[in-house]
Protein backbone atom coordinates (compact mmCIF):
# COMPACT_ATOMS: atom_id res chain seq x y z
CA UNK A 1 0.00 0.00 0.00
CA UNK A 2 1.29 3.49 -1.16
CA UNK A 3 2.75 5.61 2.02
CA UNK A 4 0.57 8.48 1.88
CA UNK A 5 2.26 11.95 3.07
CA UNK A 6 -0.11 13.81 5.96
CA UNK A 7 0.85 16.99 6.60
CA UNK A 8 -0.39 17.72 9.79
CA UNK A 9 2.43 20.03 11.87
CA UNK A 10 1.43 21.16 14.91
CA UNK A 11 3.88 23.78 16.93
CA UNK A 12 4.56 23.15 20.83
CA UNK A 13 3.91 26.88 21.95
CA UNK A 14 1.15 26.74 24.01
CA UNK A 15 -1.42 28.11 21.56
CA UNK A 16 -4.90 26.51 21.05
CA UNK A 17 -5.38 25.22 17.94
CA UNK A 18 -8.36 23.77 15.36
CA UNK A 19 -8.13 20.82 14.35
CA UNK A 20 -8.79 19.60 10.50
CA UNK A 21 -9.68 15.88 10.26
CA UNK A 22 -11.34 15.07 6.50
CA UNK A 23 -11.81 11.56 7.89
CA UNK A 24 -12.50 11.08 11.32
CA UNK A 25 -12.61 13.43 13.96
CA UNK A 26 -9.38 14.05 16.33
CA UNK A 27 -8.83 14.81 19.89
CA UNK A 28 -6.35 17.57 21.68
CA UNK A 29 -4.29 16.20 24.40
CA UNK A 30 -4.59 18.25 27.14
CA UNK A 31 -1.91 17.23 29.36
CA UNK A 32 1.31 19.17 30.14
CA UNK A 33 3.50 17.32 27.17
CA UNK A 34 3.53 19.22 24.15
CA UNK A 35 -0.19 19.65 22.28
CA UNK A 36 -0.64 17.20 19.68
CA UNK A 37 -3.62 15.60 17.70
CA UNK A 38 -4.77 12.28 18.04
CA UNK A 39 -6.27 9.94 15.19
CA UNK A 40 -10.06 8.64 16.62
CA UNK A 41 -9.62 5.81 18.68
CA UNK A 42 -12.11 3.89 16.19
CA UNK A 43 -8.57 3.94 13.59
CA UNK A 44 -8.04 5.11 10.15
CA UNK A 45 -8.80 4.16 6.96
CA UNK A 46 -6.45 4.77 3.59
CA UNK A 47 -8.49 7.58 2.58
CA UNK A 48 -8.14 9.35 5.77
CA UNK A 49 -5.69 12.43 5.03
CA UNK A 50 -4.46 15.14 7.20
CA UNK A 51 -3.62 19.46 6.27
CA UNK A 52 -1.65 21.49 8.06
CA UNK A 53 -2.25 23.19 10.53
CA UNK A 54 -0.46 26.47 12.11
CA UNK A 55 -0.75 28.72 15.08
CA UNK A 56 -1.92 31.92 14.56
CA UNK A 57 -0.70 34.04 17.52
CA UNK A 58 -1.91 37.86 17.97
CA UNK A 59 1.52 38.79 17.25
CA UNK A 60 3.97 37.56 14.87
CA UNK A 61 7.58 35.98 16.50
CA UNK A 62 10.38 35.67 13.89
CA UNK A 63 13.94 34.23 15.19
CA UNK A 64 16.24 36.97 16.12
CA UNK A 65 19.66 37.15 14.36
CA UNK A 66 20.98 38.05 11.43
CA UNK A 67 19.65 34.98 9.51
CA UNK A 68 15.85 36.90 9.33
CA UNK A 69 15.14 40.06 8.67
CA UNK A 70 11.77 41.98 8.87
CA UNK A 71 10.33 42.07 5.04
CA UNK A 72 11.63 44.57 2.97
CA UNK A 73 9.04 45.54 0.19
CA UNK A 74 9.66 46.19 -3.02
CA UNK A 75 7.51 47.03 -6.12
CA UNK A 76 6.29 44.05 -7.82
CA UNK A 77 8.38 45.41 -10.92
CA UNK A 78 11.39 44.63 -9.61
CA UNK A 79 13.83 42.25 -11.37
CA UNK A 80 14.62 38.94 -8.84
CA UNK A 81 16.14 35.66 -9.33
CA UNK A 82 14.62 32.31 -8.46
CA UNK A 83 16.04 29.15 -7.89
CA UNK A 84 14.78 26.21 -10.44
CA UNK A 85 14.85 22.94 -9.07
CA UNK A 86 13.97 19.34 -10.47
CA UNK A 87 11.78 17.12 -8.71
CA UNK A 88 12.28 13.47 -8.44
CA UNK A 89 10.43 10.76 -7.41
CA UNK A 90 6.84 10.08 -7.87
CA UNK A 91 3.52 10.87 -5.67
CA UNK A 92 1.55 7.56 -6.17
CA UNK A 93 4.59 5.50 -6.64
CA UNK A 94 6.71 6.87 -3.65
CA UNK A 95 4.12 8.60 -1.66
CA UNK A 96 6.32 12.06 -2.28
CA UNK A 97 8.40 14.27 -4.45
CA UNK A 98 12.01 15.10 -3.52
CA UNK A 99 14.05 17.75 -4.51
CA UNK A 100 18.07 18.71 -3.87
CA UNK A 101 19.07 20.69 -1.75
CA UNK A 102 22.68 21.91 -0.33
CA UNK A 103 23.53 23.13 3.24
CA UNK A 104 26.96 23.99 4.53
CA UNK A 105 30.08 24.87 3.29
CA UNK A 106 31.22 22.47 1.80
CA UNK A 107 28.20 21.81 0.57
CA UNK A 108 25.93 18.28 1.93
CA UNK A 109 23.16 16.99 -0.17
CA UNK A 110 19.99 15.80 0.97
CA UNK A 111 16.72 14.66 -0.68
CA UNK A 112 14.15 16.79 0.66
CA UNK A 113 10.31 15.91 0.28
CA UNK A 114 8.31 18.95 -1.36
CA UNK A 115 5.67 19.83 1.42
CA UNK A 116 3.31 23.05 1.07
CA UNK A 117 1.84 21.92 4.12
CA UNK A 118 5.33 22.26 6.41
CA UNK A 119 7.11 25.49 7.83
CA UNK A 120 10.28 23.75 8.56
CA UNK A 121 13.04 22.30 6.55
CA UNK A 122 14.65 20.05 8.44
CA UNK A 123 17.32 17.09 8.22
CA UNK A 124 19.08 14.52 9.90
CA UNK A 125 21.77 15.63 12.37
CA UNK A 126 25.15 13.38 12.75
CA UNK A 127 24.58 13.77 16.99
CA UNK A 128 21.24 12.29 16.05
CA UNK A 129 21.02 8.62 17.75
CA UNK A 130 17.23 8.02 16.82
CA UNK A 131 17.19 9.10 13.20
CA UNK A 132 16.32 6.13 10.16
CA UNK A 133 18.36 5.05 7.85
CA UNK A 134 17.93 7.53 4.40
CA UNK A 135 18.93 8.44 1.46
CA UNK A 136 22.24 10.52 2.15
CA UNK A 137 24.43 10.68 5.32
CA UNK A 138 23.23 13.22 7.97
CA UNK A 139 24.49 16.67 7.92
CA UNK A 140 27.64 16.94 9.71
CA UNK A 141 27.81 20.96 12.09
CA UNK A 142 31.52 20.03 12.51
CA UNK A 143 32.07 20.04 8.70
CA UNK A 144 30.56 23.20 7.55
CA UNK A 145 32.70 26.63 8.18
CA UNK A 146 29.29 28.44 7.80
CA UNK A 147 27.32 26.25 10.25
CA UNK A 148 26.04 28.95 13.33
CA UNK A 149 23.69 27.92 15.90
CA UNK A 150 20.10 30.07 16.30
CA UNK A 151 21.03 31.20 20.59
CA UNK A 152 18.04 30.95 22.31
CA UNK A 153 15.97 34.11 22.60
CA UNK A 154 12.45 35.15 23.44
CA UNK A 155 10.71 34.77 19.99
CA UNK A 156 11.71 30.69 20.00
CA UNK A 157 11.24 27.40 22.53
CA UNK A 158 14.80 26.31 24.21
CA UNK A 159 16.62 23.88 24.98
CA UNK A 160 17.12 22.73 28.68
CA UNK A 161 20.21 24.49 29.11
CA UNK A 162 18.39 27.30 27.34
CA UNK A 163 21.66 27.66 24.87
CA UNK A 164 20.12 27.52 21.35
CA UNK A 165 16.97 27.40 20.05
CA UNK A 166 14.94 24.11 19.15
CA UNK A 167 11.70 22.88 17.26
CA UNK A 168 9.16 19.90 17.23
CA UNK A 169 6.86 18.78 14.79
CA UNK A 170 4.14 15.47 15.25
CA UNK A 171 2.42 14.71 12.52
CA UNK A 172 -1.23 13.03 12.74
CA UNK A 173 -0.11 9.64 11.76
CA UNK A 174 1.86 9.32 14.70
CA UNK A 175 5.71 10.19 12.79
CA UNK A 176 7.57 13.19 14.72
CA UNK A 177 10.92 15.10 13.95
CA UNK A 178 12.43 17.62 16.89
CA UNK A 179 15.98 18.95 16.89
CA UNK A 180 17.60 22.36 17.01
CA UNK A 181 17.42 25.25 14.54
CA UNK A 182 20.52 26.13 12.97
CA UNK A 183 21.48 28.73 10.16
CA UNK A 184 24.02 27.86 7.18
CA UNK A 185 24.16 28.48 3.37
CA UNK A 186 22.01 26.67 1.69
CA UNK A 187 22.49 25.77 -1.82
CA UNK A 188 19.75 25.13 -4.95
CA UNK A 189 21.87 23.75 -7.47
CA UNK A 190 23.52 24.84 -10.77
CA UNK A 191 20.01 24.81 -12.79
CA UNK A 192 19.31 28.01 -10.63
CA UNK A 193 20.13 31.94 -10.84
CA UNK A 194 19.64 32.36 -7.08
CA UNK A 195 22.90 32.01 -5.61
CA UNK A 196 23.06 30.60 -2.27
CA UNK A 197 21.47 31.70 0.62
CA UNK A 198 21.73 31.99 4.26
CA UNK A 199 18.69 30.44 5.92
CA UNK A 200 17.32 28.45 8.98
CA UNK A 201 16.54 25.05 9.19
CA UNK A 202 16.22 22.25 11.68
CA UNK A 203 19.18 19.58 12.76
CA UNK A 204 17.03 16.64 13.58
CA UNK A 205 17.98 14.73 16.83
CA UNK A 206 14.81 12.36 17.32
CA UNK A 207 12.51 10.97 14.27
CA UNK A 208 9.83 9.07 15.09
CA UNK A 209 7.25 7.13 12.41
CA UNK A 210 7.30 7.40 9.12
CA UNK A 211 9.70 9.74 8.90
CA UNK A 212 12.26 7.49 10.62
CA UNK A 213 11.80 4.48 8.19
CA UNK A 214 11.50 6.67 4.76
CA UNK A 215 13.84 6.70 2.54
CA UNK A 216 14.28 10.75 1.67
CA UNK A 217 16.39 12.34 4.01
CA UNK A 218 13.51 15.48 5.75
CA UNK A 219 11.18 18.11 4.16
CA UNK A 220 11.64 21.52 2.54
CA UNK A 221 8.36 23.46 4.25
CA UNK A 222 6.94 25.53 1.60
CA UNK A 223 4.00 26.91 3.92
CA UNK A 224 3.28 30.01 5.36
CA UNK A 225 5.26 30.43 8.14
CA UNK A 226 8.60 32.49 9.67
CA UNK A 227 10.79 29.11 9.33
CA UNK A 228 9.50 28.40 6.01
CA UNK A 229 12.01 28.69 3.51
CA UNK A 230 10.38 31.07 1.11
CA UNK A 231 9.56 33.09 3.72
CA UNK A 232 13.24 33.62 4.82
CA UNK A 233 14.09 33.94 1.04
CA UNK A 234 10.93 36.93 0.39
CA UNK A 235 12.24 38.32 3.72
CA UNK A 236 15.47 38.80 2.51
CA UNK A 237 14.31 40.25 -0.28
CA UNK A 238 16.09 38.08 -2.97
CA UNK A 239 12.90 36.70 -4.18
CA UNK A 240 9.27 37.07 -5.21
CA UNK A 241 6.75 36.58 -2.63
CA UNK A 242 6.13 33.17 -5.48
CA UNK A 243 6.88 29.63 -6.01
CA UNK A 244 5.74 27.17 -8.48
CA UNK A 245 5.14 23.49 -8.88
CA UNK A 246 5.07 21.11 -11.71
CA UNK A 247 4.50 17.26 -11.37
CA UNK A 248 5.17 14.88 -13.76
CA UNK A 249 2.21 13.14 -15.37
CA UNK A 250 1.51 9.33 -15.32
CA UNK A 251 4.30 7.09 -15.90
CA UNK A 252 6.46 10.02 -15.80
CA UNK A 253 7.09 11.03 -12.44
CA UNK A 254 9.62 13.79 -11.82
CA UNK A 255 8.83 17.32 -12.66
CA UNK A 256 10.27 20.61 -11.91
CA UNK A 257 9.91 23.73 -8.80
CA UNK A 258 10.83 27.16 -8.89
CA UNK A 259 11.16 29.20 -6.00
CA UNK A 260 10.29 32.71 -6.74
CA UNK A 261 8.07 34.51 -9.19
CA UNK A 262 8.10 33.72 -13.19
CA UNK A 263 6.57 35.34 -16.10
CA UNK A 264 3.54 33.29 -15.93
CA UNK A 265 2.00 31.93 -19.33
CA UNK A 266 -0.97 33.75 -21.39
CA UNK A 267 -3.00 30.38 -21.17
CA UNK A 268 -2.36 30.48 -16.92
CA UNK A 269 -5.78 30.13 -15.19
CA UNK A 270 -5.82 31.76 -11.77
CA UNK A 271 -8.76 31.41 -8.47
CA UNK A 272 -8.40 33.71 -5.78
CA UNK A 273 -6.29 32.37 -2.90
CA UNK A 274 -7.31 33.96 0.88
CA UNK A 275 -4.49 33.62 3.42
CA UNK A 276 -7.25 35.11 5.74
CA UNK A 277 -9.72 32.43 5.85
CA UNK A 278 -6.78 29.98 7.21
CA UNK A 279 -3.34 29.02 6.58
CA UNK A 280 -4.18 26.66 3.69
CA UNK A 281 -3.36 27.19 -0.10
CA UNK A 282 -7.08 27.51 -1.25
CA UNK A 283 -8.44 28.22 -3.89
CA UNK A 284 -12.12 29.42 -5.09
CA UNK A 285 -13.68 26.18 -6.69
CA UNK A 286 -17.18 27.17 -7.75
CA UNK A 287 -18.15 24.06 -10.14
CA UNK A 288 -17.01 20.39 -11.70
CA UNK A 289 -18.13 19.38 -14.78
CA UNK A 290 -18.24 16.08 -16.32
CA UNK A 291 -17.85 15.55 -20.66
CA UNK A 292 -18.74 19.33 -20.78
CA UNK A 293 -22.24 19.16 -18.42
CA UNK A 294 -22.16 20.73 -14.95
CA UNK A 295 -22.71 18.73 -12.03
CA UNK A 296 -26.37 19.13 -10.18
CA UNK A 297 -25.24 20.20 -6.85
CA UNK A 298 -24.83 23.77 -5.62
CA UNK A 299 -21.20 25.44 -5.46
CA UNK A 300 -21.49 25.95 -1.88
CA UNK A 301 -20.47 22.27 -1.80
CA UNK A 302 -17.19 23.25 -2.42
CA UNK A 303 -16.91 26.10 0.22
CA UNK A 304 -17.77 23.90 3.47
CA UNK A 305 -15.33 24.53 6.29
CA UNK A 306 -11.95 25.55 4.95
CA UNK A 307 -13.42 25.42 1.51
CA UNK A 308 -11.34 23.96 -1.22
CA UNK A 309 -7.69 23.09 -0.08
CA UNK A 310 -4.55 22.39 -2.68
CA UNK A 311 -1.97 20.62 -1.08
CA UNK A 312 1.35 19.20 -2.64
CA UNK A 313 1.46 16.17 0.10
CA UNK A 314 -1.77 14.67 -0.22
CA UNK A 315 -1.64 12.04 -2.89
CA UNK A 316 -5.57 11.77 -4.25
CA UNK A 317 -8.43 13.89 -4.18
CA UNK A 318 -11.46 13.69 -1.78
CA UNK A 319 -14.67 15.45 -2.24
CA UNK A 320 -17.46 16.33 -0.21
CA UNK A 321 -20.23 13.54 0.02
CA UNK A 322 -22.83 15.56 -2.50
CA UNK A 323 -19.77 16.09 -5.06
CA UNK A 324 -18.11 13.19 -4.93
CA UNK A 325 -21.21 11.27 -5.81
CA UNK A 326 -22.19 13.31 -8.36
CA UNK A 327 -18.57 12.74 -10.00
CA UNK A 328 -18.69 9.10 -9.64
CA UNK A 329 -21.90 8.63 -11.11
CA UNK A 330 -20.80 11.01 -13.99
CA UNK A 331 -17.77 9.83 -15.12
CA UNK A 332 -18.76 5.84 -14.92
CA UNK A 333 -22.12 6.78 -16.94
CA UNK A 334 -19.55 9.10 -19.66
CA UNK A 335 -16.97 6.54 -19.86
CA UNK A 336 -16.54 4.05 -23.26
CA UNK A 337 -15.96 0.62 -23.78
CA UNK A 338 -14.74 -0.31 -19.83
CA UNK A 339 -16.54 -2.01 -17.47
CA UNK A 340 -15.74 -2.23 -13.82
CA UNK A 341 -14.02 -4.37 -11.63
CA UNK A 342 -12.50 -4.82 -8.45
CA UNK A 343 -9.67 -2.62 -6.92
CA UNK A 344 -6.32 -3.96 -6.51
CA UNK A 345 -7.18 -4.00 -2.47
CA UNK A 346 -10.05 -6.17 -1.68
CA UNK A 347 -9.53 -4.26 1.68
CA UNK A 348 -10.90 -1.36 0.11
CA UNK A 349 -14.07 -0.45 -2.16
CA UNK A 350 -12.18 1.21 -4.92
CA UNK A 351 -13.78 2.00 -8.20
CA UNK A 352 -11.80 0.79 -11.00
CA UNK A 353 -12.36 0.06 -14.92
CA UNK A 354 -10.83 -2.49 -17.18
CA UNK A 355 -10.55 -2.52 -21.04
CA UNK A 356 -9.08 1.16 -21.51
CA UNK A 357 -5.79 -0.31 -22.68
CA UNK A 358 -1.81 0.75 -21.57
CA UNK A 359 -1.72 3.92 -23.43
CA UNK A 360 -1.89 6.73 -21.44
CA UNK A 361 -2.49 9.24 -24.75
CA UNK A 362 -5.46 7.47 -25.71
CA UNK A 363 -7.34 7.81 -22.51
CA UNK A 364 -9.43 10.51 -23.35
CA UNK A 365 -10.81 8.61 -25.65
CA UNK A 366 -12.40 6.54 -23.22
CA UNK A 367 -12.79 8.62 -19.96
CA UNK A 368 -14.27 11.85 -20.00
CA UNK A 369 -12.61 15.51 -19.97
CA UNK A 370 -13.30 17.21 -16.28
CA UNK A 371 -13.20 20.73 -15.91
CA UNK A 372 -13.10 23.11 -12.94
CA UNK A 373 -14.47 26.53 -13.09
CA UNK A 374 -13.03 29.17 -10.30
CA UNK A 375 -14.72 32.12 -9.11
CA UNK A 376 -14.42 34.27 -12.12
CA UNK A 377 -15.37 32.06 -14.50
CA UNK A 378 -12.09 30.78 -15.66
CA UNK A 379 -11.61 27.01 -15.95
CA UNK A 380 -9.04 24.47 -15.51
CA UNK A 381 -9.51 21.22 -17.60
CA UNK A 382 -8.08 17.94 -16.14
CA UNK A 383 -7.10 14.69 -18.82
CA UNK A 384 -7.95 11.22 -17.44
CA UNK A 385 -4.61 11.05 -15.85
CA UNK A 386 -5.86 14.03 -13.36
CA UNK A 387 -8.41 11.65 -11.75
CA UNK A 388 -7.46 8.23 -12.38
CA UNK A 389 -4.24 6.12 -11.37
CA UNK A 390 -3.00 2.61 -12.74
CA UNK A 391 -4.88 -0.61 -11.26
CA UNK A 392 -1.66 -2.28 -10.03
CA UNK A 393 -2.92 -6.24 -10.53
CA UNK A 394 -4.78 -5.49 -14.12
CA UNK A 395 -3.09 -4.32 -17.13
CA UNK A 396 -5.12 -1.90 -18.75
CA UNK A 397 -6.91 -0.77 -15.99
CA UNK A 398 -7.03 2.54 -13.79
CA UNK A 399 -9.12 3.62 -10.93
CA UNK A 400 -10.23 6.84 -9.88
CA UNK A 401 -8.70 8.74 -7.49
CA UNK A 402 -11.21 11.03 -6.11
CA UNK A 403 -12.85 9.61 -2.84
CA UNK A 404 -15.42 10.66 -0.35
CA UNK A 405 -14.23 12.36 1.77
CA UNK A 406 -15.84 11.17 5.15
CA UNK A 407 -17.43 13.39 7.74
CA UNK A 408 -15.91 16.54 6.67
CA UNK A 409 -17.40 19.07 4.00
CA UNK A 410 -13.76 20.40 3.38
CA UNK A 411 -12.52 19.74 -0.53
CA UNK A 412 -8.90 18.87 -0.44
CA UNK A 413 -7.32 18.25 -4.05
CA UNK A 414 -4.04 16.16 -4.02
CA UNK A 415 -1.11 16.01 -6.64
CA UNK A 416 -3.32 13.70 -8.82
CA UNK A 417 -5.58 16.39 -9.63
CA UNK A 418 -2.40 18.54 -10.82
CA UNK A 419 -0.51 16.31 -13.16
CA UNK A 420 1.46 17.75 -16.02
CA UNK A 421 0.62 20.79 -14.70
CA UNK A 422 2.20 23.76 -13.56
CA UNK A 423 0.55 25.55 -10.60
CA UNK A 424 1.74 28.53 -9.51
CA UNK A 425 1.49 30.07 -6.03
CA UNK A 426 1.37 33.80 -6.58
CA UNK A 427 1.46 34.71 -2.79
CA UNK A 428 2.07 37.91 -3.35
CA UNK A 429 -1.26 38.98 -5.20
CA UNK A 430 -3.09 36.30 -3.12
CA UNK A 431 -3.91 33.37 -5.93
CA UNK A 432 -2.96 30.19 -7.39
CA UNK A 433 -2.21 29.92 -11.03
CA UNK A 434 -2.53 26.80 -13.45
CA UNK A 435 -0.78 25.73 -16.23
CA UNK A 436 -1.75 22.73 -18.53
CA UNK A 437 1.77 21.53 -20.06
CA UNK A 438 4.11 18.61 -20.18
CA UNK A 439 6.13 18.68 -16.96
CA UNK A 440 9.08 16.80 -18.56
CA UNK A 441 10.55 19.24 -20.42
CA UNK A 442 9.03 22.51 -18.74
CA UNK A 443 12.31 24.65 -18.45
CA UNK A 444 11.90 24.34 -22.88
CA UNK A 445 8.26 25.71 -22.43
CA UNK A 446 8.83 27.86 -19.65
CA UNK A 447 10.19 31.51 -19.76
CA UNK A 448 11.61 32.46 -16.37
CA UNK A 449 13.58 35.17 -15.45
CA UNK A 450 17.19 34.75 -15.68
CA UNK A 451 19.50 32.13 -17.31
CA UNK A 452 20.62 29.28 -15.78
CA UNK A 453 24.04 28.92 -14.67
CA UNK A 454 25.78 26.03 -16.36
CA UNK A 455 29.10 26.72 -14.25
CA UNK A 456 31.21 25.09 -12.00
CA UNK A 457 30.91 27.62 -9.33
CA UNK A 458 27.92 29.86 -8.69
CA UNK A 459 26.49 33.46 -9.25
CA UNK A 460 28.42 36.40 -8.39
CA UNK A 461 26.36 36.95 -4.56
CA UNK A 462 25.42 39.82 -3.73
CA UNK A 463 26.29 41.98 -0.62
CA UNK A 464 23.64 40.36 1.38
CA UNK A 465 25.41 37.06 0.87
CA UNK A 466 29.07 37.96 1.14
CA UNK A 467 29.95 35.47 3.54
CA UNK A 468 29.04 32.57 1.20
CA UNK A 469 31.75 30.30 0.40
CA UNK A 470 32.87 29.51 -2.90
CA UNK A 471 31.93 25.54 -3.16
CA UNK A 472 28.69 24.95 -5.41
CA UNK A 473 27.21 21.63 -5.26
CA UNK A 474 27.15 19.36 -8.31
CA UNK A 475 24.85 19.77 -11.53
CA UNK A 476 21.11 18.93 -10.96
CA UNK A 477 20.36 15.36 -12.13
CA UNK A 478 19.72 14.69 -15.71
CA UNK A 479 16.76 13.14 -17.38
CA UNK A 480 18.28 8.74 -17.46
CA UNK A 481 15.50 7.49 -19.70
CA UNK A 482 14.98 9.24 -23.23
CA UNK A 483 11.28 10.95 -23.46
CA UNK A 484 9.89 8.49 -26.31
CA UNK A 485 11.07 5.42 -23.83
CA UNK A 486 7.60 4.65 -21.72
CA UNK A 487 7.96 0.49 -20.90
CA UNK A 488 10.92 -0.63 -20.18
CA UNK A 489 11.80 -4.24 -19.31
CA UNK A 490 14.68 -4.63 -17.10
CA UNK A 491 17.19 -2.18 -15.82
CA UNK A 492 20.97 -3.93 -14.64
CA UNK A 493 23.86 -2.59 -13.16
CA UNK A 494 27.41 -3.50 -11.82
CA UNK A 495 28.14 -3.54 -8.18
CA UNK A 496 31.26 -3.86 -6.60
CA UNK A 497 32.20 -5.17 -3.18
CA UNK A 498 34.02 -6.93 -0.53
CA UNK A 499 32.53 -10.83 0.29
CA UNK A 500 33.69 -12.86 3.12
CA UNK A 501 34.75 -16.61 1.13
CA UNK A 502 32.77 -18.68 3.83
CA UNK A 503 29.66 -16.52 3.45
CA UNK A 504 29.28 -15.57 -0.13
CA UNK A 505 25.87 -17.32 -0.18
CA UNK A 506 24.57 -15.58 2.55
CA UNK A 507 25.71 -12.21 1.67
CA UNK A 508 24.56 -12.09 -1.68
CA UNK A 509 20.79 -13.00 -0.38
CA UNK A 510 21.06 -10.35 2.10
CA UNK A 511 23.04 -7.57 -0.67
CA UNK A 512 19.64 -8.68 -2.55
CA UNK A 513 17.43 -8.00 0.01
CA UNK A 514 19.53 -4.85 0.84
CA UNK A 515 19.37 -3.33 -2.54
CA UNK A 516 15.95 -3.58 -2.79
CA UNK A 517 15.01 -1.50 0.60
CA UNK A 518 17.43 1.11 -0.70
CA UNK A 519 16.66 1.39 -4.27
CA UNK A 520 13.20 2.25 -3.17
CA UNK A 521 12.21 -1.71 -5.12
CA UNK A 522 8.61 -2.90 -3.89
CA UNK A 523 7.34 -5.77 -4.77
CA UNK A 524 6.07 -5.32 -8.20
CA UNK A 525 9.23 -5.90 -9.06
CA UNK A 526 12.25 -8.59 -8.56
CA UNK A 527 15.80 -8.03 -8.10
CA UNK A 528 18.16 -10.79 -9.33
CA UNK A 529 21.66 -11.55 -9.37
CA UNK A 530 23.08 -12.31 -12.55
CA UNK A 531 26.66 -13.50 -12.28
CA UNK A 532 29.15 -12.38 -10.63
CA UNK A 533 33.51 -12.44 -10.50
CA UNK A 534 35.64 -12.48 -7.62
CA UNK A 535 39.55 -11.45 -7.19
CA UNK A 536 40.60 -12.64 -3.58
CA UNK A 537 37.55 -10.75 -1.13
CA UNK A 538 36.66 -8.28 -4.04
CA UNK A 539 33.78 -9.37 -6.29
CA UNK A 540 32.00 -7.60 -9.16
CA UNK A 541 28.32 -8.76 -9.26
CA UNK A 542 25.72 -7.80 -11.75
CA UNK A 543 22.26 -7.26 -10.98
CA UNK A 544 18.89 -6.86 -12.79
CA UNK A 545 15.85 -5.35 -11.85
CA UNK A 546 12.52 -6.69 -13.50
CA UNK A 547 8.48 -6.62 -13.23
CA UNK A 548 6.88 -9.94 -12.09
CA UNK A 549 6.17 -12.68 -14.50
CA UNK A 550 2.39 -11.24 -14.45
CA UNK A 551 3.84 -8.01 -16.10
CA UNK A 552 5.61 -7.69 -18.75
CA UNK A 553 7.07 -4.24 -18.31
CA UNK A 554 7.88 -1.37 -15.39
CA UNK A 555 6.71 2.09 -16.10
CA UNK A 556 9.43 4.81 -16.88
CA UNK A 557 8.47 6.46 -13.95
CA UNK A 558 9.43 3.19 -11.77
CA UNK A 559 12.68 2.80 -14.04
CA UNK A 560 13.41 6.52 -13.83
CA UNK A 561 12.99 6.05 -9.63
CA UNK A 562 15.17 2.78 -9.77
CA UNK A 563 17.95 4.40 -11.79
CA UNK A 564 18.10 7.56 -10.22
CA UNK A 565 18.90 6.18 -6.58
CA UNK A 566 21.86 3.97 -8.47
CA UNK A 567 23.06 7.01 -11.09
CA UNK A 568 23.23 9.41 -7.59
CA UNK A 569 24.58 6.99 -5.12
CA UNK A 570 21.31 6.23 -3.26
CA UNK A 571 22.77 3.14 -2.11
CA UNK A 572 24.02 2.52 1.36
CA UNK A 573 25.14 -0.62 2.33
CA UNK A 574 26.80 -1.72 5.53
CA UNK A 575 30.16 -1.42 6.57
CA UNK A 576 30.48 -5.08 6.38
CA UNK A 577 30.56 -4.85 2.87
CA UNK A 578 34.14 -2.76 2.66
CA UNK A 579 34.40 0.64 0.01
CA UNK A 580 31.68 -0.74 -2.73
CA UNK A 581 30.55 0.93 -6.25
CA UNK A 582 27.85 1.17 -8.46
CA UNK A 583 28.77 1.27 -12.21
CA UNK A 584 27.62 0.25 -15.76
CA UNK A 585 23.74 0.42 -15.38
CA UNK A 586 21.45 -0.16 -18.86
CA UNK A 587 17.80 -0.04 -19.60
CA UNK A 588 16.61 -3.27 -21.71
CA UNK A 589 12.72 -3.08 -23.65
CA UNK A 590 10.41 -5.42 -22.99
CA UNK A 591 11.54 -8.74 -24.45
CA UNK A 592 10.23 -9.75 -27.87
CA UNK A 593 10.06 -13.82 -27.14
CA UNK A 594 11.06 -15.43 -23.75
CA UNK A 595 11.66 -19.02 -23.00
CA UNK A 596 11.45 -20.73 -19.53
CA UNK A 597 14.77 -21.95 -19.23
CA UNK A 598 13.58 -24.69 -16.69
CA UNK A 599 12.41 -26.34 -20.03
CA UNK A 600 14.86 -24.45 -22.29
CA UNK A 601 17.70 -25.02 -20.38
CA UNK A 602 19.62 -21.94 -19.01
CA UNK A 603 23.25 -23.22 -20.12
CA UNK A 604 22.18 -24.16 -23.43
CA UNK A 605 20.77 -20.60 -24.51
CA UNK A 606 22.95 -18.75 -22.50
CA UNK A 607 25.50 -20.34 -25.10
CA UNK A 608 24.06 -19.91 -28.17
CA UNK A 609 21.45 -17.36 -28.03
CA UNK A 610 23.52 -14.60 -25.49
CA UNK A 611 20.90 -14.90 -23.26
CA UNK A 612 20.63 -13.48 -19.19
CA UNK A 613 18.16 -14.90 -16.09
CA UNK A 614 15.85 -12.79 -15.43
CA UNK A 615 13.68 -14.24 -12.19
CA UNK A 616 13.14 -17.43 -13.87
CA UNK A 617 13.25 -16.71 -17.26
CA UNK A 618 15.29 -16.92 -20.20
CA UNK A 619 15.56 -13.07 -21.89
CA UNK A 620 17.16 -13.11 -25.32
CA UNK A 621 18.77 -10.12 -25.49
Known amino acids: MLRLIVSLILSVSPVFYHPLSPASPLYV ?9 RPHPAGSNRHTMFLPLFPSPPKSSRISGDAISRRQLQKSGTPRPNARMALHDDLLLNG ?5 LWIGSPPQRFALIVDTGSTVTYVPCSTCEQCGKHQDPKFDPELSSTYKRVECNIDCNCDDNRNQCIYERRYAEKSSSSGVLGEDIVSFGNQSDLPPQRAVFGCENKETGDLYTQHADGIIGLGRGDLS ?4 LVDRGVISDSFSLCYGGMDVGGGAMVLGGISPPAEMVYSHSDPVRSSYYNIELKEIHVAGKRL ?3 SRVFDGKYGTVLDSGTTYAYLPEAAFVAFKDSVIKESIGVHQIKGPDPSFNDICFAGAGSDVSQLSK ?6 MVFGKGQKLSLSPENYLFRHARVSGAYCLGVFLNENDPTTLLGGIIVRNTFVT ?6 RIGFWKTNCSDIWERLHVSGEPTHTSSP ?5 STSDISPSSPPMMSPQYIHSGETEIGSITFDLSVSLNDTTVKSQITELATLIAQELHVNSSQVVHLLNFSSEGNDYVTKWSITPPNSAEFM ?6 NIISWIAEGGIHLPDSYGKYRLSNWHIYPPPKSRCDFKSCGAEFAGMFYGAVVMNGWMVFL
Open 96 to 100: YYTTR
Open 229 to 232: IVDQ
Open 296 to 298: PIS
Open 425 to 430: YDREHE
Open 366 to 371: TFPSVE
Open 459 to 463: PNVSK
Open 29 to 37: SADSSPNFL
Open 555 to 560: SKATAS
